[in-house]
Structures are given as C-alpha cells and as structure tokens.
Nanobody, 123 residues
Framework: QVQLVESGGGLVQAGGSLSLSCAAS????????VTWFRQAPGKEREFVAG????????YYADSAKGRFTISRDNAKNTVYLHLNSLKPEDTAVYYC????????????????WGQGTQVTVSS
C-alpha cells in the first residue's frame, strides 16, 4: 500500500517562498509518477506539477512555470515542490498524488493521495 505524507505548508507573504515535501512509502516507485495538485476554497482541484520517478522528467501547469520547481530525492523517497514568487491566488491546500504510468492532470486517474498541506499567501 502506497502512503504519501505532505509537509511544509504555512503562511507566507506575497513574493515569498515555501518548500513542500511529499514522503512516499510502501512500494518501489520506479514505475510511478508523483504529481502535485492544489485546491482553493470553492474551486476544483487542479494540476500544478508532476515528475516521473524514473528519469526525473518534469511537467508543469502554465500557472507554475517559472515560479515552481518539482524535484525528487530517490534516497529519501521524497518529492519536493519549491514555490517561489508566491501570489495570494496560490493560496490552497496542496496535495501530492501517485500513480503508475505517465503524468496526467486528471485527479481521478490517481490511486494514491496524501492528506494535503495548507499554503496561505497574504497580500
């Protein structure tokens, strides 16, 4: 059973930075992808960034390109999402999710989810 645990959220001023972590356990992840989604109040959960565990190929939503960076540490079985130049509209609960295969932006295609971590950006 795959388990994902997010951490690193918090309150930050606009223009600031945060780093989120997604610690994965329970499986060998070489055939998996890990993706970050976010959900703001009253909105649907949306794709932010994804990474292939094997090879490290990354994918970003347009809203994340140039500001967010996804990376992984194989030794720690952890995927990171570095958030820079944060804006109030980035305020959301950020979730990591995992699936076998390729990165897709559809939430229903992911079998495993973390509990989420809150990111709040003040203006």
């Amino acid at each position: 059973q795959v388990q994902l645990v997010e951490s690193g959220g918090g309150l930050v001023q606009a223009g600031g930075s945060l780093s989120l972590s997604c610690a994965a356990s329970g499986r060998t992840f070489s055939s998996y992808v890990v993706t970050w989604f976010r959900q703001a109040p009253g909105k649907e959960r949306e794709f932010v960034a994804g990474i292939r565990w094997s090879g490290g190929t990354t994918y970003y939503a347009d809203s994340a390109k140039g500001r967010f960076t996804i990376s992984r540490d194989n030794a720690k079985n952890t995927v990171y999402l570095h958030l820079n130049s944060l804006k109030p509209e980035d305020t959301a609960v950020y979730y990591c999710a995992a699936r076998q295969g390729i990165v897709v932006d559809t939430t229903t295609r992911y079998s495993y989810w973390g509990q989420g971590t809150q990111v709040t950006v003040s203006s």
